[in-house]
């Protein structure tokens, strides 16, 4: 519900009494509301000053999103916030909360419509009545294309994601921020939340590892190979407390709930929407549970664990830290801390081929351009994105002659069109077999299992007939090769 001030101005006359209906002026400020700073307050006093009479209209964008590096605090918190704004304003107020949609040229429609509800039709925002106070350029063109006038604050001095800043280098924050954003950020314990949520290294601003996922396509998928994640996982997992972490839509825990109803079974993932989809499923046994965390830090008490599974997530902690295998590493040491003594990791990932050097790929019509794109775009997010290849003619046929891991990584993810601009930043292949032993034995493991396979849908799916690898014969191809192995499952021990 909105907050209303008692002292709104009748102005509004009923169209059935003969008389003309006057609308009282709307000033508009839209934002997400994050903290307010001082210098914030000091600008708008001075941009209203100029204003003449009207009520103070404030939509709080993104209201239904909380608790992530964009969106820190709750709808209740920035409320509370900007009431302390409103008041130290002195003029009427009301206060809205404006959920995201996702077309935004009916944005702007959607929130004069949620004003209108929220307040039983008083506030009816138009072009004639409204006039939009913000600083933000694409809040500002976005209001304009549907003919609002604005008045535009000052930008100089401090801005709300300061205070997060000065919050996570330990500055004083408390000089910057309003009296209210003070009040409420200590009053919640918000100054620990923020720094917490920004240790999170995989999270973007928005609390999932990268935009643009198309949840519904890469859920799917997950699910498709279920039957052979158990096949590949069970097997090797020790009853008492079960930890999933990356447990995505919540599959792989129906399972372990039937299949180890003695046991604690506790899925982790960062992802708000999988949360979301893995908190609702059916579990029989009620010995499940699902909790927030990162797979990288440490989430549960040291020696409390039998079974920690990472099922598609190692990859992802390498690829999404900007290729960096010591996230890995701490991701296992801290792992191992909270296993029981013999207790076990099991991964099942992709593999980097043991093969090395160069081969020759040809493809298919529709593969060839895909992996010319592919070539381009591999972690292009990285200080080196891309990868090297030579494009030959030979009796006819286009050859790509490259390295045997960039051909992997293509063969990987060409056929992963939805989610695209994700999985092409993703680099499956982190270690090969032999990296991983001789990892974990750093690390203080016992590897009871180290093995890969090529799976066999894939092969004949996607590989057989749209791409073929043969050896290098003299700077020519030669013998046909097998495709590299797709998937690694590797058990490794506390001891």
Partial sequence: MSQKSNTLAETARSAGDGKSVEKETVLLLVGRWHGVTRDQESALEAALAGAGPGKLVFAITACEQSRTKRHPLTLAERREIVEGLAVRLGRS?????VA???????????????????????????PASAVLVS???????????????????????????DIHNTIRTGGDWRAIASDATVSVFERDGLERLINELFEDVLLNDDGELSHGRDFKV???????????KIEDICPHVKPGKIVDKGCGTGTLLVHLGNLFPESEIVGMDLSSELLRTSDGQYYANQNVSVVRGNIIHQRFAPGSVATIILSSVVHEIYSYTG??????????????????????????????????????????????????????????????????????????????????????????????LANWAMEVNEEFGVWTLDEWKVEFAKLGYRVRECRSYLNPWINDNRYCNHVWLHADDNGKPGEQLPYPDTTAVIVAEKV
């Fill in 135 to 161: 600083s933000n350029e694409d809040v500002l063109k976005l209001f304009a294309k549907h003919g609002y006038n604005s008045l535009v604050p000052s930008t100089a001095g401090k801005i709300p994601t």
């Fill in 93 to 97: 107020y009301e206060i809205h909360g």
């Fill in 218 to 228: 890469y859920s799917a998928g997950m699910d498709a190979s279920l039957s052979v």
């Fill in 323 to 416: 290729y960096d295998r010591e996230q890995v590493r701490i991701a296992l040491t801290n792992a191992r801390t909270e296993l029981e003594l013999g207790g076990r990791v099991v991964i099942r990932d992709g593999i980097k081929p043991s093969l090395t050097g160069n081969v020759w790929m040809r493809c298919d019509a529709e593969t060839e351009e895909r992996f010319r794109r592919f070539a381009r775009e591999f972690k292009n997010k990285s200080p080196k994105p891309g990868v090297e290849f030579v494009e030959h003619e030979i009796d006819g046929l286009k050859w790509f002659y490259l390295d045997i891991h960039g051909a992997n990584e293509f063969l990987s993810k060409k056929d992963y």
């Fill in 100 to 126: 995201d949609i996702a077309d935004s040229e009916l944005w702007v429609e959607h929130l004069k419509n949620v004003v209108k509800d929220e307040s039983d039709g008083a506030t009816d925002i138009d």
